[in-house]
């Protein structure tokens, strides 16, 4: 089976429940929407924000689009997405992004750090925001290390706003007695649950619309189950919804039907 006969089949212009979405094309849950304005709010207060959720539950997406509602010429985005680089490839990272070759020794890159920070709004006047994804999965030594950029200036004012992103493990960690210096400077916590019944559906008719097809394509019943078996979270549903297309297709069925879609939790989740 090919893409293109997929498509085809059910009158679709390109393959739905695709993540390579511009901002504007994303679907915007109740849970999503809140999770965007609080991060709007935290990065305008030069906070730290922690957004933690299971995997697939739209971290990333919630992060591009609070990004994407940005002003370029106000704001310097750093994202650090993978955390092996330690804390302080984190701090080398924000120095070249921020115009300077980083230090050597970890004791003069945290000040080269800070400085780099605040010329950026004192010289160029963009706010710096450092997002770090996978953040639960940095050592303490290295939260450690991010830390101090908050600590510029006697915490009169924050040189940034900073968000850490991570499963939920995140905020056991920070939790944690160790951890206490950073978890009384995080000013927001966002955690993002899986979405209502309702809101999956819309998510498929939304995703559907983009690839050109405005009719329904899966029963109540087909939804139902996807909806549960994904226990609403975006990426799953995602998986389980392409599957159920193609079974649908191998059926030669025109509507995706509860018997389809427990076809495709059985084939992605071994239920």
Same mark, same amino acid.
């Given at each position: 089976?090919?893409?293109?006969?997929?498509?085809?089949?059910? #009158?679709?212009?390109?393959?739905?429940?695709?993540?390579?979405?511009?901002?504007?094309?994303?679907?915007?849950?109740?849970?999503?929407?809140?999770?965007?304005?609080?991060?709007?709010?935290?990065? &305008?207060?030069? #906070?730290?924000?922690?957004?933690?959720?299971?995997?697939?539950?739209?971290?990333?997406?919630?992060?591009?689009?609070?990004?994407? &509602?940005?002003?370029?010429?106000?704001?310097?985005?750093?994202?650090?997405?993978?955390?092996?680089?330690? &804390?302080? #490839?984190?701090?080398?990272?924000?120095?070249?992004?921020?115009?300077?070759?980083?230090?050597?020794?970890?004791?003069?890159?945290?000040?080269?750090?800070?400085?780099?920070?605040?010329?950026?709004?004192?010289?160029? =006047?963009?706010?710096?925001?450092?997002?770090?994804?996978?953040?639960?999965?940095?050592?303490?030594?290295?939260?450690?290390?991010? %830390?101090?950029?908050?600590?510029?200036?006697?915490?009169?004012?924050?040189?940034?706003?900073?968000?850490?992103? =991570?499963?939920?493990?995140?905020?056991?960690?920070?939790?944690?007695?160790?951890?206490?210096?950073?978890?009384?400077?995080?000013?927001?916590?966002?955690?993002?649950?899986?979405?209502?019944?309702?809101?999956?559906?819309?998510?498929?008719?939304?995703?559907?619309?983009?690839? &050109? %097809?405005?009719?329904?394509?899966?029963?109540?019943?087909?939804?139902?189950?996807?909806?549960?078996?994904?226990? =609403?979270?975006?990426?799953?549903?995602?998986?389980?919804?392409?599957?159920?297309?193609?079974?649908?297709?191998?059926?030669?069925?025109?509507?995706?039907?509860?018997?389809?879609?427990?076809?495709?939790?059985?084939?992605?989740?071994?239920?």
């Amino acid at each position: 089976m090919s893409v293109d006969r997929l498509c085809s089949y059910f #009158g679709l212009t390109r393959m739905p429940f695709s993540k390579e979405l511009s901002p504007s094309s994303l679907f915007c849950s109740a849970g999503h929407n809140e999770a965007v304005a609080r991060l709007t709010w935290c990065i &305008g207060e030069r #906070g730290i924000a922690t957004l933690t959720g299971e995997v697939g539950s739209g971290k990333t997406v919630a992060l591009r689009a609070t990004v994407a &509602g940005l002003e370029p010429s106000r704001h310097q985005v750093i994202y650090c997405p993978n955390p092996v680089i330690g &804390g302080r #490839g984190i701090l080398a990272a924000l120095v070249t992004a921020l115009g300077g070759t980083p230090r050597f020794h970890r004791s003069a890159l945290v000040p080269q750090a800070a400085e780099a920070l605040a010329l950026a709004e004192a010289e160029r =006047g963009r706010r710096v925001l450092v997002a770090i994804d996978e953040a639960h999965l940095l050592a303490d030594d290295q939260l450690e290390d991010v %830390r101090m950029l908050t600590s510029a200036e006697l915490d009169s004012k924050s040189p940034l706003a900073l968000v850490l992103i =991570g499963q939920p493990l995140l905020r056991r960690r920070l939790a944690q007695t160790t951890m206490a210096a950073l978890d009384q400077r995080v000013s927001l916590r966002v955690q993002l649950e899986g979405m209502e019944r309702a809101e999956s559906g819309e998510y498929l008719r939304h995703h559907l619309s983009l690839c &050109g %097809r405005s009719d329904p394509l899966f029963s109540d019943d087909a939804v139902a189950v996807l909806h549960h078996a994904s226990r =609403g979270l975006p990426r799953a549903l995602n998986n389980l919804a392409l599957q159920a297309l193609i079974a649908t297709f191998a059926e030669s069925k025109a509507i995706v039907d509860e018997r389809a879609a427990k076809m495709a939790v059985v084939e992605v989740n071994g239920e």
